[in-house]
């Protein structure tokens, strides 16, 4: 079983939260609330929150823009992604990343299995890489936030973590832009 190696010390890793709702304000934002609260518990620096309506082009301007702000290192979008009409946090993830980290969604949806059985099915929970900067999107509840966080990015943005982790991946992340150039 994987675990931490307490060789390398501990880098805070500065993630922005980001939720997508028609409704929900910074007051009563619990799936934002659940992740600035583990985040910062982990170790971590809150560099950014915001709420955006679940409008695409929307969502996908501040993920360009957060992504382009060298602040910020880590996305993590709550809200958006499931099936309805208005859930649209996936497309504008598609919209904009370079590189899709695949197995995040599938790993987060056999974690909720384990928990709500197929209902997990709706869930299109993505992660993905735009410009050095790691997104993942996940859905809009607090129980979600806290499956994803706990269960994966947690150990992920941990240098520590080993075999691998995405923490020590980082400083590697744009690492093709310089051969693009030639």
Known sequence: MPETDPNPGFKPIRIAVLTISDTRSLDDDRSGDTLSERLRDSGHILAARDIVHDERAAIANKFRSWASDPQIEVI???????????????????????????????????????????????????????????????????????????????????????????????????????????
């Open 76 to 182: 993590i979008a709550t809200g958006g992604t499931g099936v309805t009409g208005r859930d649209v946090t996936p497309e504008a993830l598609s919209d904009v990343i370079e590189k899709r980290i695949d197995g995040f969604g599938e790993l987060f949806r056999w974690i909720s299995f384990q928990k709500i059985g197929t209902s997990t099915i709706q869930s299109r929970a993505d992660a993905g890489v735009l410009t050095g900067t790691y997104i993942f999107v996940l859905p809009g509840s607090p129980g979600a936030c806290r499956d994803a966080w706990d269960e994966i990015i947690k150990d992920q943005l941990d240098i520590r973590y080993k075999p691998c982790n995405f923490a020590e991946l980082l400083p590697r992340l744009r690492e093709h832009e310089g051969r693009e150039a030639l």
